[in-house]
């Protein structure tokens, strides 16, 4: 069975930072490109960044370009996102997702707020 | 312009069928694209539904119901996810998707209403 499991969300100020994980099992993590897509409260779904599969490739949205950092560990089957200056509009459930594949956590929320 | 736009809401009565496009902005060409469908009903993240390029490179996700079918429609220039027989639990958010220009490019989704 695929699993993804986010963890690390949270409350923080504006400007603080928050470092987001993602396990996963039950398919061949290394094989794979992966991504962070996020959905604030009410809204749809917005792209954040994509990791390629030996990390060769990084993207990011020009919304967080700068900020967030994507990273991953094909040893620990793990994805990262190093989120840094973050603002109120960070706030959002932070999925770690596999879209061509069809691979998506259950989410974590961050609420940015003071 | 949004790179893919999607009609906000969508009504359709029990049984009935629900075309839902998802049309690509001037000067992107569908028939290059491989679009993805996903559904998502509130508080739980989008399913996979399946995808579709052509008819010889499409893919239904797994324990997708084969009432649920894709398409395009090349002189809209757009993706069309189909819904035959619909039922009440398909009443959902629907959310189409493409990898455009190193990026994952979301559609604004629609919000299927079963009446």
């Known amino acids: ?114 | 312009q949004a790179v893919l736009t999607q009609p906000s809401s969508l009504s359709a009565s029990p049984g009935a069928s629900a075309s839902l496009t998802c049309t690509l902005r001037s000067g992107l060409d569908v028939g290059t694209y491989t679009i993805y469908w996903y559904q998502q009903k509130p508080g739980s993240p989008p399913q996979y539904l399946l995808r579709y390029k052509s008819d010889s490179d499409k893919q239904q996700g797994s324990g997708v119901p084969s009432r649920f079918s894709g398409s395009k429609d090349g002189s809209a220039n757009a993706g069309i996810l189909l819904i035959s027989g619909l039922q009440s639990e398909d009443e959902a958010d629907y959310y189409c998707t493409i990898w455009h220009s190193s990026a994952w490019v979301f559609g604004g989704g629609t919000k299927l209403t079963v009446l």
Do not use: H
Request: charged share 15%.
């Open chain 1, 1 to 114: 069975e695929v699993q993804l499991v986010e963890s690390g969300g949270g409350l923080v100020k504006p400007g603080g930072s928050l470092r987001l994980s993602c396990e996963v099992s039950g398919f061949t993590f290394t094989r794979y490109s992966m991504n962070w897509v996020r959905q604030a409260p009410g809204k749809g779904l917005e792209w954040v960044s994509c990791i390629t599969s030996a990390s060769s490739f990084i993207y990011y949205a020009d919304s967080v370009q700068g900020r967030f950092t994507i990273s991953r560990d094909n040893g620990k089957n793990a994805l990262y996102l190093q989120m840094n200056s973050l603002r109120a509009e960070d706030t959002a459930v932070y999925y770690c997702a596999s879209p061509a594949e069809g691979y998506w956590g259950q989410g974590t929320l961050v609420t940015v707020s003071s």
